[in-house]
Every structure is written in structure tokens, then in C-alpha cells.
């Protein structure tokens, strides 16, 4: 990295560094107003607002660094471009792309940051924000240890019926599971038992005076357990609606292969997995477009490139937001609904970056 490398990626973070700033306080104003309102009804103490904040943080990140990558190449290579500094380093021979390497290399270390944030984090503090706001606004506890008439789908062709199950002892009462034929055309077999335990270690349960019902014999006697298995970890039979937003990507995709496995509807967490990835990259598409607009002086200024970066920034979120609208209702593609947008600003970009050089 010589000299010119340095002053141009210094001034390229100063200004990521400003536009996201910029963006992170419009977004945390936006989650103050509710704040605010909770504060005075007296919901929240200020410790508790602060937690909230800070679990809202990584979502936050997420949402900007597209945004702050936009307006931050827009402020860096506009204001070279109006000190006249783009056209002196072509003239002496500097490629636009030699002069853009750097900072197409920074944004592309922000796109895997946003990644990292996007596999792990984001899923953990969006549940820990979720179960905040449930305990303290809502009054609701966020995570039941216990459950009162569990009927769950365990496989596809495994129903589970429970009058309670209680995590903390790792225990469920009054069982009947039922054992359907290919295709839940009718009841095969029904199992009943008083009383059952869970192997935390292994998630097999071991039941007390277990009874199997054939429906083609129509007799009832007690079930061999050393040949019946039941393997259902708690998190499955305490089972509650998913929530994908509050899940990590590990976990987006353990969950998709459960739903899968039971037959039920995994459309929303496949959605949001595809997008965590495509959303990621978009920084450094962003940074593309930032550049190559910002290659050639015009009049306007900084108050130009915001607006820019505004309009472009949440035209990218329009367009994904519709068509993910599109996926959940089946209109679209779940690849396509996560990925066209990315595609198509990544075309819009190379075009005007090959531009630039002229």
C-alpha cells in the first residue's frame, strides 16, 4: 500500500464512518419514540431501555451498513472529484479501478462483518430484545417451562398429545401418541401412558406403563418399550411459533430441516435465511454504485449525495421487501425474492463503474 492508497482509504473510512453515524441515529430516533412512550407509562426503568438499545444494536448494523457503505463512497470520491484529484491521478495514468481498490476491498470486509453479524448475533439479541419487551411492556413470561395440552406434530407420521409438559423436570403426563398410516390417511397405532421421562442427553423418553392400540385389531395391550422409541427433544414438544427474525442461520436451517421432516410450512425461515445472505453482500454492491456516481463532479455537494444515497439505499429495500412480499405469498421464488435485487444493483454498478473510467 503506498501513499495514495493511504489518503484514499483514510478518507473512505472517515466517510463510512460519518454516513453510518448518520443512518444509525436516524434508526435508533425511530426505536426512541417507542422508548419514550414506555419511560413515561412507567413500563420501563432506564436501565431496562438501555438494555433494549443495546440488544436493537446489531439489527441496527445490519440495516445501515448498506446505507452508511452508500453515502460514505459518494462523500469520499465526490470530494476528490471536486478537488480535481480523480481527474489528475487518470491523467498521470491511474486506473478508476486502481484508484477504487481499496475501498472496494473495505466494503467488502463490511459485507462479511454484516454476515457474521447476520449467521450468529442478530438472531440472539432479536430474542433477547423480543423477551425483554414480552416480560416488561407485555407482562408475558417469554419462555414457558411449562405446558398444559401439548399437541404437537413430532414427525410425518407422529402426533403427540400431552395434558402437561414440564421442561424443568423433563417430564410430560397423560400421554397418547399417534402412529398415522403413509400420507395421514388414518390412525395406525395409539400409545398411551400415565407418565413419561426425557433422556436430556439422548432426547429419548421413557414411559410408564405404556399401552399400544392397533386400529385393524381393535385390541389393546401393554407396549414392548424396549422396542418403541420416542425421540423428541423439549424444544419440539414445547414447540411455539417460530419466529425466523429470532433465529441464528445454524438454527434457521436445523428448523427448516425439522419442518421439512414433520411436513409442516418452513417458507418464511428459507426466506429469511437466502435474504440474511443476499443483504450481506448488497454493501458491497452499494459501494459500487457510491463510487462511480461519486467519480464525477456536479454541483450539490454533500446534501446531493445524501439524497442519493437515500433514494438508492431505500429503493434497494422497497424492491426486496416486495418481493419477499411475492415469495411468502408464492407468487415469486424464494432465490429469486432474495437475490434479484442484489443482482440487478450489482449490474447497475459494474455499468457505471465501467463508465467511470471515462
Known amino acids: 500500500m503506498n501513499k495514495l492508497d493511504k489518503y484514499i482509504i483514510s478518507n473512505y473510512i472517515k466517510s463510512f464512518i460519518l454516513g453510518m453515524m448518520m443512518f444509525y ?9 417507542s422508548l419514550t412512550g414506555w419511560l413515561m407509562d412507567g413500563k420501563l426503568k432506564g436501565h431496562d431501555a438501555i438494555k433494549y438499545l443495546r440488544y436493537g444494536t446489531p439489527e441496527i448494523i445490519t440495516n445501515t451498513a448498506p446505507l452508511g457503505v452508500l453515502l460514505g463512497s459518494l462523500l469520499c470520491i465526490s470530494k476528490m472529484a471536486k ?26 470486509l463490511v459485507s462479511m462483518g454484516v454476515f457474521w453479524i447476520n449467521y450468529d448475533m442478530l438472531g440472539k439479541s432479536n430474542t433477547k430484545k423480543e423477551n425483554l419487551k414480552s416480560l416488561k411492556i407485555d407482562n408475558k413470561e417469554p419462555v414457558r417451562a411449562q405446558k398444559k395440552f401439548v ?18 423436570t423433563g417430564t410430560m403426563e397423560y400421554i ?3 402412529k398415522f398410516e403413509k400420507g395421514f390417511s388414518k390412525i395406525g397405532k395409539i400409545y ?21 392400540y392397533d386400529s385393524r385389531t381393535n385390541l389393546t395391550k401393554p407396549a414392548d418399550t424396549k422396542k418403541f422409541k ?3 427433544s423439549m424444544e419440539d414438544v414445547l414447540a411455539s411459533p417460530v419466529k425466523a427474525k429470532n433465529l441464528t442461520m445454524p438454527e434457521l436451517r436445523e428448523k427448516t430441516v425439522y419442518f421439512t421432516r414433520v411436513g409442516a410450512d418452513s417458507l418464511n425461515l428459507r426466506i429469511e435465511f437466502y435474504y440474511r445472505i443476499s443483504f450481506a453482500l448488497s454493501s458491497f454492491v452499494m459501494c459500487l454504485i457510491g463510487l462511480s456516481l461519486g467519480s464525477r463532479y456536479v454541483r450539490g455537494g454533500a ?28 407468487t415469486v421464488p424464494i432465490y429469486a425474492a432474495c437475490f434479484i435485487p442484489l443482482i440487478v444493483f450489482l449490474v447497475v454498478g459494474i455499468k457505471l463503474f465501467r463508465d467511470s473510467e471515462y
Open 25 to 33: 441515529l436516524i434508526f435508533l430516533l425511530a426505536e426512541s419514540i
Open 83 to 108: 478537488q480535481l484529484e480523480i481527474a489528475a491521478m487518470k491523467t498521470s495514468g491511474i486506473s478508476f479501478a486502481r484508484i477504487a481498490l481499496f475501498p472496494m476491498i473495505f466494503s467488502f
Open 151 to 168: 399437541f404437537v406434530k413430532i414427525d410425518k407420521r407422529t402426533v403427540l398429545y400431552s395434558e402437561n409438559v414440564n421442561k424443568n
Open 176 to 178: 397418547e401418541i399417534f
Open 192 to 212: 398411551t401412558s400415565p407418565f413419561a421421562k426425557i433422556n436430556l442427553k439422548t432426547n429419548v423418553w421413557t414411559f410408564k406403563n405404556l399401552k399400544e
Open 230 to 232: 420416542f425421540i423428541a
Open 303 to 330: 446534501a446531493l449525495n445524501i439524497g442519493l444515497s437515500v433514494i438508492i439505499g431505500y429503493a434497494y429495500y422497497g424492491i426486496s421487501t416486495i418481493l419477499r412480499s411475492m415469495a411468502v405469498s408464492g
